[in-house]
């Protein structure tokens, strides 16, 4: 099958779909004797990410398949476009997240050994509404845990081919650098305290930010700990009976 003619079909379909298609989707569009195959469809995605070298418009691979997006340089002038401003990412929601995709599979009991609090109900609702985590199986061992992982909506939302492509933790130092990281560009939901099942979401407007992870965060005191969020949006960590001083560490 020509090139050329392969290429205009596979630009055609990918920026009709409105989401990533993977080769077997696009080998799909054609009639079963017609089929070009994998090969010829990297040619011509090859070919096509070549015309739009300098156009404002790429071709990117992630986890679901093949997209067309606009360039990330070009996303602050663009994005004036949209005049609400997406809700922040609250830092436990953010913590949670990156210790999921860092070390799944992981239960949610070794979730909150790693960051010494309680995890919320709420944070955890909230990433698998947005298909960002799911249950992938069961820890063989009393009571079989649920084991979290994160899904390839996960890696299509951060612009990311497979997990290989998170930055390593030796370069993450910071869970205030989390967001520019990974690019975040739209909103998502804050957590709260995570001890009763009737706690309710809150998001905070916020300009857009991008991510990356921090690693383990506790506290010496021995007393049970969890999410709480704050008037203004900001999670805290407090004992479960008693007021914590005024130099509290913030989540």
């Given at each position: 099958?020509?090139?050329?003619?392969?290429?205009r079909?596979?630009?055609?379909?990918?920026l009709?779909?409105?989401?990533?298609l993977?080769?077997?989707?696009?080998?799909s569009?054609?009639p079963?004797?017609?089929q070009?195959?994998?090969?010829?469809?990297?040619?011509?995605?090859?070919?096509l990410?070549a015309?739009?070298?300098d156009r404002?418009?790429?071709?990117?691979e992630?986890g679901?398949?093949?997209?067309?997006?606009?360039r990330s340089d070009?996303?602050p002038?663009?994005?004036?476009?949209?005049?609400?401003?997406?809700?922040r990412?609250?830092?436990a929601l953010?913590?949670?997240?990156a210790?999921?995709?860092?070390?799944?599979?992981?239960?949610?009991?070794?979730?909150?050994?790693?960051?010494?609090?309680?995890?919320?109900?709420n944070?955890?609702?909230?990433?698998q509404?947005?298909?960002?985590?799911?249950?992938?199986g069961?820890?063989d061992?009393?009571?079989r845990p649920?084991?979290i992982?994160?899904?390839?909506?996960f890696?299509?939302?951060?612009?990311?081919?497979?997990?290989d492509?998170l930055p390593?933790l030796?370069?993450?130092?910071?869970i205030?650098?989390l967001?520019?990281e990974?690019?975040?560009?739209?909103?998502?939901?804050?957590g709260?305290?995570?001890d009763?099942d009737?706690?309710?979401?809150?998001?905070?407007?916020a300009?857009?930010?991008?991510?990356?992870?921090?690693?383990?965060?506790?506290?010496?005191s021995?007393d049970e700990?969890?999410?709480?969020?704050?008037?203004d949006?900001?999670a805290?960590?407090?004992?479960a009976?008693?007021?914590e001083?005024?130099?509290?560490?913030?989540?």
């Open positions: 099958m020509d090139i050329v003619y392969l290429k079909i596979v630009e055609g379909a990918l009709a779909a409105g989401n990533p993977n080769l077997n989707q696009l080998n569009l054609f079963p004797d017609e070009p195959g994998h090969g010829p469809l990297r040619e011509a995605l090859a070919a990410d015309d739009l070298a404002a418009v790429e071709l990117k992630v679901s398949g093949f997209r067309l997006q606009i070009l996303m002038a663009i994005s004036q476009l949209w005049t609400e401003k997406p809700p990412y609250s830092r953010l913590e949670t997240l210790i999921i995709a860092y070390r799944q599979p992981i239960t949610r009991g070794e979730i909150e050994q790693i960051r010494g609090v309680s995890v919320s109900s944070i955890l609702r909230t990433l509404e947005r298909d960002w985590i799911k249950v992938i069961h820890r061992v009393p009571g649920e084991l992982g994160t899904t390839k909506a890696l299509d939302y951060f612009n990311l081919k497979s997990l492509e390593t030796a370069e993450i130092k910071d205030d650098n967001e520019p990974l690019e975040l560009h739209h909103p998502a939901s804050e709260e305290k995570s009763s009737e706690d309710h979401e809150k998001e905070d407007a300009p857009k930010s991008g991510e990356q992870l921090s690693g383990p965060d506790t506290e010496g021995g700990q969890a999410d709480e969020e704050t008037p949006g900001e805290e960590r407090q004992p009976a008693t007021q001083p005024e130099d509290q560490r913030s989540n």
